[in-house]
C-alpha cells in the first residue's frame, strides 16, 4: 500500500490553463504538506494544513489554492498556469503538528507547462 | 525561521568510502534533526532522526551525530554503496525549511 499517494504523475499543459494534483494519505496523520521543488532541487514548502485547517501559506500566489475535504486529503489546484509554474510538486504528511515528527513524501508530480 | 546550510553541495566518493554531510542550522530551540534520501524519480524518504536528549545514532552503515552547541549535526555513511547514490537533505525540527540537498555518487 501507497502510504502517499499523487495524482498525476506527469502533468503537461499549455500555458494558461487551469490544473488539479490530487494527495492522499492513508497513514491516518492529521498535518498535509505541498512542496515545490526546482530544477536546481530546492525544496520549498508551499501550504501545510492541519486537520483541514491552513496552518501555513508560503508566500504563495494567489493563482494556487489547496483544498482539504478530509485530512487524509489535499489537492493543489492551480490557475492561469506560468512557465515558472514548472517544476516537481510533492505532497506529504505527518503525525501531529510541525516540528517533530517524520514526513512522509508521495513520489511527486512533475508539471510542465509549455 | 530557520537559517539551514548543508555542506558540500556535491560528493563523490569510491565504492567502500565513507561520506559525511554537514547540516548547520540557526534556531537553537531546534530539537528534532533528520535526514531524508531521494532518489531519482522519487520523494524524500527519512533514513535517520535524533532528538536532542542524544548525541549520536547509529543504524546499520548509517549514523547522525548533533552538536548543539555548534548548532550542527552530521550525517556519516560508512562502506558506501552505489545505491546509497541520491541527494540527501536535512530539515531541523522539520521546520519546512529544508537544506539545499547534497547530491552524492558512490563510483564503483
Known amino acids: 500500500d501507497t502510504a502517499v499517494s499523487q495524482t498525476p504523475k506527469y502533468l503537461v499543459t499549455q500555458m494558461g490553463n487551469d490544473k488539479s494534483i490530487k494527495c492522499e494519505q492513508n497513514?491516518?496523520?492529521?498535518?498535509m504538506y505541498w512542496y515545490k521543488q526546482d530544477s536546481k532541487k530546492f525544496l520549498k514548502i508551499m501550504f501545510s494544513y492541519n486537520n483541514k485547517e491552513l496552518i501555513i501559506n508560503e508566500t504563495v500566489p494567489n493563482r494556487f489554492s489547496p483544498k482539504s475535504p478530509d485530512k487524509a486529503h489535499l489537492n493543489l489546484h492551480i490557475n492561469s498556469l506560468e512557465l515558472g509554474d514548472s517544476a516537481v510538486y510533492f505532497c506529504?504528511?505527518?503525525?501531529?503538528?510541525?516540528?517533530?515528527?517524520?514526513?512522509?513524501f508521495g513520489d511527486g508530480t512533475r508539471l510542465s507547462i509549455l | 525561521g530557520e537559517n539551514v546550510e548543508q555542506h558540500p553541495s556535491t560528493l563523490s566518493v569510491q565504492e567502500g568510502d565513507s561520506a559525511v554531510i554537514k547540516c548547520t542550522y540557526s534556531d537553537s530551540a531546534s530539537n528534532y534533526f533528520p535526514w531524508y534520501k531521494q532518489e531519482l524519480g522519487k520523494g524524500p524518504q527519512l533514513i535517520i532522526d535524533i532528538r536532542s536528549n542524544v548525541g549520536e545514532k547509529k543504524d546499520q552503515r548509517i549514523a547522525v551525530t548533533l552538536n548543539k552547541t555548534a548548532k550542527h549535526f552530521s550525517l556519516h555513511i560508512t562502506e558506501t554503496q552505489p545505491e546509497d547514490s541520491a541527494v540527501y537533505f536535512c530539515?531541523?525540527?522539520?521546520?519546512?525549511?529544508f537544506g539545499a540537498g547534497t547530491r552524492l555518487t558512490v563510483k564503483p
Open positions: 497513514l491516518g496523520h492529521d498535518t
Open positions: 530539515a531541523p525540527d522539520n521546520d519546512m525549511r
Open positions: 506529504a504528511s505527518s503525525q501531529g503538528g510541525i516540528g517533530n515528527q517524520p514526513q512522509h
